[in-house]
């Protein structure tokens, strides 16, 4: 079967890891990396789970699709929790890691 998670689409100009067919990789994505889009025309929706406003920015715990995300924006953000939102993720936000070691793959 498939692996837990959500499918995100890979930009073109993303760094892809250096790995066999087949072999498992685990990508992470800093919170300050998700990029909040308007309209829908982001890369993947998430529902809103927490909001957490501190000032000069907030922190947004989401669900996308069963994962659990956090995303930091700068300022404040005024969403409500149970929205779906839109993020877009710019290629210098792709970190990719080991499936079975979980070190970080060049």
Do not use: N, Y
């Amino acid at each position: 079967g498939e692996p837990p998670g959500f499918r995100l689409p890979l930009p073109a100009d993303a760094p892809r890891p250096a790995v066999a067919d087949g072999e498992v990789v685990i990508l992470g994505l800093r919170p300050e990396a998700l990029l909040l889009r308007a309209g829908g025309q982001g890369a993947f929706t998430a529902r809103v789970e927490e909001v957490e406003p501190l000032g000069s920015e907030t922190l947004l715990t989401l669900d996308a699709a069963g994962v659990a995300l956090t995303v930091r924006i700068d300022g404040l953000v005024l969403v409500t929790r149970g929205e779906e939102l839109a993020f877009a993720v710019p290629a210098s936000g792709w970190h990719w890691f080991d499936g079975a070691s979980e070190t970080r793959l060049p």
